[in-house]
C-alpha cells in the first residue's frame, strides 16, 4: 500500500511512534499528520498548484469529440483536491460530481483497481466497453488499478520515463511522454 497514511505510518515506525507492520489508521499522531498535510496541501493547490503541460487542452480536446458525457475521475486524492483543480482548470463542467471518485468514495487505494471500477460505473456502460475506455495514469500503481479493472491504459511519461513505464511487469497499453504527443496519437489537432 503506498498512500499518506502508509508513508507517514513508516516514518512513525522507523523513528520509534509506531509498532508493527499494519498501519493503524486510529492512531492519533498518525491523524494529526495526515490532516495537517491536507491542510496544508490546500493552499499549496490554490496558490502555486500547476497543470501537467498540456493536461487542460487535451483533456478539452478528448470531451470535444463527443465524449464529455463519458468522462470521469478516479483519484485517490482527497475530494476537495480533486475540485480545486478541476476549477482552477475551469473544468468542473466536464465532470459531474457523481462521475467524480476519490479517497473518501474507496476503502482500497490503488493498485487495487476499485476507483476505477466506481468511475467505469458512473458512467454507466455496459461492462463489455471496459476495453474501450482509456485511463490516463502517470504512476505504476495506478496503472496497475486501471489494468485491473480492464481499461485500456495510457500512461503519461511526468513522474517515471516512457521506457520505464512501458517495462513494468503490469505496463500500459501505451506511454507517451508528453499530452501534446498523446493529441497527436488521439488525431486531436
Known amino acids: 500500500m503506498h498512500t499518506l497514511e502508509a508513508a507517514v505510518w513508516n516514518i512513525l515506525r522507523i523513528t520509534g511512534q509506531a509498532d508493527g507492520d499494519v498501519i493503524n489508521l486510529e492512531n492519533v499522531l498518525l491523524q494529526e499528520i495526515v ?13 502555486e498548484g500547476e497543470e501537467v503541460p498540456g493536461a487542460t487542452a487535451f483533456v478539452r480536446a478528448l470531451a470535444a469529440t463527443g465524449i464529455e458525457d463519458s468522462m470521469a475521475v478516479a483519484s485517490t486524492a482527497i475530494r476537495r483536491d480533486v475540485d480545486i483543480f478541476l476549477d482552477k482548470r475551469e473544468l468542473t463542467e466536464l465532470f459531474p460530481s457523481d462521475r467524480i471518485k476519490t479517497k473518501e468514495t474507496i476503502t482500497h487505494a490503488k493498485p487495487n483497481p476499485e476507483v476505477y471500477n466506481l468511475a467505469f460505473e458512473s458512467l454507466a456502460l455496459p461492462d463489455t466497453d471496459r476495453p474501450y475506455v482509456c485511463a490516463f495514469e502517470d504512476d505504476p500503481r495506478g496503472i496497475m488499478a486501471a489494468r485491473g479493472a480492464g481499461l485500456f491504459v495510457c500512461a503519461i511519461g511526468t513522474r517515471f520515463g516512457v521506457k520505464e513505464l512501458m517495462s513494468l511487469e503490469v505496463a500500459p497499453h501505451v506511454a507517451l511522454a508528453t499530452y501534446d504527443e498523446f493529441m497527436h496519437w488521439f488525431d486531436l489537432q
Open 35 to 47: 490532516a495537517r498535510k491536507d491542510e496544508l496541501y490546500k493552499d499549496i493547490l490554490l496558490n
